[in-house]
């Protein structure tokens, strides 16, 4: 019976083996931990330190900024990214800034959006984990978001990129002890992204982002990159691992031989980009409301003590009036 397991054993570790030898895993496309401090196939600039166990986008320190890019253009059609990555420092309640992966034209451009160039042209995914979110929305921070740029929409990090955003969800992946993951797919066939994430020490995927009417052209280059404003972090590479997908086509309306290099990117139910100065014409920021909140409380109080006082001071005359007599 011993060697029956064995042997299965065995044939398992072979069949698992050979599946991981199919050539789905593009190596010009990845990082492995433990790559040392030289890495085919990326560059990377500004603040990055690169170990043998992380590459650290930016240091713990105010006014960093840092990134690592791809030299070898993906023309993979269908795609998913494992991003092993770990945001930590010692900041309790206020940290910053965050960072971001990328599929973009723009490589190792810095800039003023995580470390790296606005209007860029591809996707970008955000992870924001300034603690003091700006804008009008209610979301939770960690935050992750995704945008698709065709190098003219602009990143506004007053609204956290909700004004322009595809979709996006509420994760604590900042300052976890055990590993955090996302997992972020493409497919070019379907025009679907999907992002999972791996934050809870639960060992499972949880959605986070899924939309379809995604157009993404072949030929751009993967990145990552991080910055650090009056508040820091840490934040850590820990491996970037590619894989070609093969996807189903679902929709009549997907074009099978479409040539995928020249598409501009493009999302179908992306949040139409809305200036922050429309908005405020629009309507009352949450700054404004509480401002009036608290002056309206501030006047009924005035108004009640300004009451209180004028009774108690007209008894006082009546109470004076009728010792006289």
Same mark, same amino acid.
Request: hydrophobic residues 35%.
């Given at each position: ?7 299965? %054993?065995?044939?398992?570790? +072979? $069949?698992? !083996?050979?599946?991981?030898? +199919? ?8 990082? %492995? ?8 196939? &990326?560059?990377?600039?500004?603040s990055t330190f690169i170990s043998s166990s992380y590459i650290r986008l930016t240091p713990d320190h105010q006014s960093k900024a840092g ?10 059609? =269908? ?7 770990? #945001?930590?420092? *010692? ?12 599929? *973009? @034209? ?39 978001? !995704? ?5 003219? #929409? ?5 609204? =956290?990129? *909700?004004?322009?955003? #595809? ?10 002890? =055990? ?17 999972? $994430? ?16 995604? @157009?993404?052209? /072949?030929?751009?280059? %993967?990145?990552?990159?991080?910055? /650090?404003?009056?508040?820091? =972090? ?6 970037? @691992?590619?894989?070609? *997908?093969?996807?189903?086509? $679902? ?21 139409? %980009?809305?200036?922050? $100065? ?7 920021? /949450?700054? /404004?409301?509480?401002?009036?909140? &608290?002056?309206? &409380? ?13 009774? #108690? ?13």
């Amino acid at each position: 019976m011993e060697v029956f397991f064995s042997i299965f %054993f065995l044939f398992i570790s +072979k $069949v698992l !083996a050979d599946e991981e030898t +199919k050539g789905y895993l593009r190596r010009e496309h990845s990082i %492995f931990k433990g790559a040392g401090p030289s890495i085919p196939y &990326w560059d990377f600039h500004g603040s990055t330190f690169i170990s043998s166990s992380y590459i650290r986008l930016t240091p713990d320190h105010q006014s960093k900024a840092g990134g690592l890019w791809n030299t070898v253009p993906c023309h993979v059609k =269908d795609w998913e990214m494992l991003l092993h990555f770990k #945001v930590h420092g *010692t900041g309790d309640t206020l940290f910053g800034d965050g960072f971001s992966f990328w599929y *973009t @034209k723009d490589r190792m451009q810095q800039g003023d959006v995580f470390g790296s160039k606005d209007n860029f042209y591809g996707l970008g995914i955000f992870f924001d984990t300034y603690s003091n979110h700006n804008g009008e929305h209610q979301h939770e921070h960690p935050y992750i978001s !995704a945008m698709i740029g065709n190098g003219s #929409v602009h990143y506004d990090h007053d609204s =956290d990129g *909700t004004h322009s955003q #595809v979709d996006g969800c509420s994760a604590s992946f900042r300052g976890r002890g =055990d590993d955090t993951y996302a997992l972020i797919r493409y497919s070019g066939t379907q025009n679907r992204l999907t992002i999972l $994430v791996d934050v809870d020490s639960k060992n499972e995927w949880r959605d986070c982002v899924d939309v379809g009417g995604v @157009k993404l052209p /072949t030929g751009l280059y %993967f990145g990552a990159s991080a910055a /650090t404003g009056q508040l820091a =972090d840490n934040h850590d590479i820990i491996s970037m @691992k590619l894989y070609e *997908t093969e996807m189903p086509v $679902v929709s009549s309306e997907v074009e099978g031989d479409e040539d995928r290099s020249i598409i501009v990117p493009f999302a179908s139910g992306a949040e139409p %980009f809305r200036d922050r $100065v429309e908005d405020v014409q629009g309507s009352f920021s /949450t700054s /404004t409301v509480k401002v009036f909140t &608290w002056l309206f &409380w501030f006047a009924l109080v005035a108004c009640c003590v300004l009451g209180v006082s004028l009774y #108690v001071y007209q008894k006082r005359q009546e109470d004076s009036k009728k010792r006289f007599y």
